[in-house]
């Protein structure tokens, strides 16, 4: 067993940061990053920590996707409807709710393992544990990050263009 | 020489390339104007595509509004009952210093891990991450390539420091929340724990056996040399990160009762120590943290913990009160405990006659 009082306030907070980023939901990184902790306890030996937490959890989001894609689906048309309904926020939560959608829809548009690798990269991870977490050679993670930072900009500037030329239209 | 692939030059700009390849790719973007414009613009992807992910940081919480989730809530309870275990784990770590080491024979991962690892790695379509996506983040900030850089380095920066700034209050106090949780939770953690105490020290853990105690970063006011045991490995104690002892002492209502120490640990703050005492004043759990002046345990740090058990922690948790002072030594103390400040005052007099 691990010692998971030092794993936790050791991987916590990037684990939850991640998870949020990747799933846009502060409670269900919460809950996957608390699972990935059960998980640390029965495991008797990390070869590296970081990218064994950052596999499992990975791996707990997908088991946990297929299972209840379905129920996720119906809830978010459900939420789309309560969207609808609810009254205009103020305007600059507004933008700022746009900028976070246009990133979210952005982030949402790479492949899986780019965006993965991108969103652990941010979390400090090296290449060495990005490729072990993601079953990659060590040597294409520096083109698969590049990759998925230069779609993500330019997919997150046309979301912008496209904001922008709806509003230059609304305008006139 | 060939020009620079993207690829090394991200890994070059992430600081991955091995020495030999690092220089020689200095010396060619240095010489060729293409790739030093190729390098340009990859450190603006790196700068804007960092921004761009901060974005989606301010995300709330059980973004699906109320009426929807009462429909068909999220799959929550399994989770929440495994982090049970891990909550009851987490009090014996604060608590006690676990005797353990590791297995030559099982250091490599388990194949089923390797296995899901590797399936993992396979492109699957994100239609369920796709479908949260529209819910709304909150406070991001348009990417601007040229700003980023230093934007980015210094939110870098930022969390790096953060990180390392781990206090001993956000184990203890987890710890703690958990002990409260703990009380009136399952009854088959209550099975699985005491099993383990058993196992790992020969006295309760204080944080499970008092209840109410409240294990919190704390200066020992007498410096004594923590009762270290047969528990304390040598490998522990080279984390450098917690040394703990747990000593099961029964809760005494005398009235005249000296304030008996329970627990002491020490968690390391930069080159100095955050010192966590516990003490059973007269049947009450009180919590004395000592640290030096520049840490500050109001720093907010997430716990992990969701809202819902945050919430019951802190319902069924007797009224806390903390006083804070500094000390000629240049450390700042901290009482709390389930008593009223005129009497935590009147414990510091106890406990500092000596060292005022």
Not at chain 1, 31 to 56: G, H, I, K, S, Y
Not at chain 1, 61 to 74: G, I, P, Q, T, Y
Not at chain 2, 56 to 82: F, I
Not at chain 2, 156 to 169: F, P, Y
């Amino acid at each position: 067993m691990h010692d998971v009082d030092r794993l936790f306030r050791a991987y916590n907070e990037m684990l939850v940061r991640y998870l949020t980023r990747r799933l846009g939901d502060r409670d269900w990184a919460e809950e996957v990053a608390q699972e990935t902790f059960v998980r640390a306890l029965r495991q008797e030996t990390m070869t590296n920590e970081r990218a064994w937490l950052f596999t499992v959890a990975n791996n707990l989001v997908r088991d946990e996707a297929r299972k209840d894609s379905r129920r996720r689906k119906h809830l978010t048309l459900l939420f789309e409807e309560e969207r609808e309904r609810v009254a205009e926020p103020e305007e600059s939560s507004m933008e700022r709710a746009q900028d976070a959608a246009m990133a979210r829809a952005a982030v949402d548009a790479l492949a899986e393992r780019d965006r993965l690798a991108l969103l652990m990269r941010e979390e400090g991870l090296d290449y060495s544990e990005i490729a072990t977490a993601l079953g990659l050679s060590h040597g294409s993670v520096g083109t698969t990050l590049a990759r998925a930072r230069r779609r993500l900009v330019e997919q997150y500037e046309r979301l912008q263009q496209e904001q922008q030329r709806r509003e230059g239209n609304a305008a006139s | 020489m060939q020009h620079l692939d993207e690829g090394t030059i991200h890994a070059w700009l992430d600081g991955e390339l091995p020495l030999a390849e690092r220089e020689s790719a200095e010396l060619h973007a240095a010489s060729c104007a293409e790739c030093a414009a190729a390098v340009a613009e990859a450190r603006g992807f790196i700068a804007a595509s960092s921004r761009i992910l901060t974005a989606l940081d301010a995300v709330p919480g059980g973004v699906l509004p109320a009426s929807t989730t009462r429909v068909a809530p999220r799959p929550r309870a399994s989770m929440s009952h495994a982090w049970m275990a891990v909550a009851a784990v987490l009090v014996l770590g604060v608590g006690t210093v676990i005797a353990r080491r590791e297995r030559p024979d099982l250091a490599s991962p388990s194949v089923a891990e390797s296995r899901d690892a590797k399936s993992n790695a396979a492109p699957e379509p994100s239609a369920p991450f796709t479908d949260t996506a529209r819910v709304a983040a909150a406070a991001p900030t348009r990417a601007r390539r040229s700003d980023a850089p230093q934007m980015a380095n210094e939110e870098r920066q930022k969390r790096a420091s953060t990180e390392g700034k781990v206090s001993a209050k956000v184990s203890s106090d987890v710890a703690d929340r958990i002990a409260r949780t703990e009380k009136d939770e399952s009854v088959a953690r209550r099975d699985s724990a005491p099993t383990m105490l058993a196992e790992t020290a020969p006295a309760s853990s204080p944080a499970v056996a008092g209840g109410r105690s409240s294990p919190a970063a704390v200066a020992a006011p007498a410096p004594q040399a923590a009762p270290a045991g047969d528990t304390v490995t040598p490998r522990r104690l080279m984390l450098g990160q917690v040394v703990v002892t747990g000593q099961g002492v029964e809760s005494s209502n005398d009235a005249n009762a000296r304030p008996r120490v329970v627990s002491r640990s020490a968690v390391a703050a930069g080159t100095d120590s955050i010192v966590t005492t516990i003490y059973d004043v007269r049947g009450v759990r009180v919590s004395l943290i000592e640290r030096p002046q520049a840490v500050e345990l109001s720093q907010p740090v997430k716990s992990g913990f969701n809202d819902a058990v945050m919430a019951k922690a802190r319902a069924t948790a007797p009224a806390e009160h903390s006083i804070t002072w500094s000390d000629s030594t240049g450390r700042t103390r901290t009482l709390r405990g389930a008593m009223t400040e005129v009497e935590l005052e009147r414990l510091k007099a106890e406990l500092f006659v000596a060292t005022p």
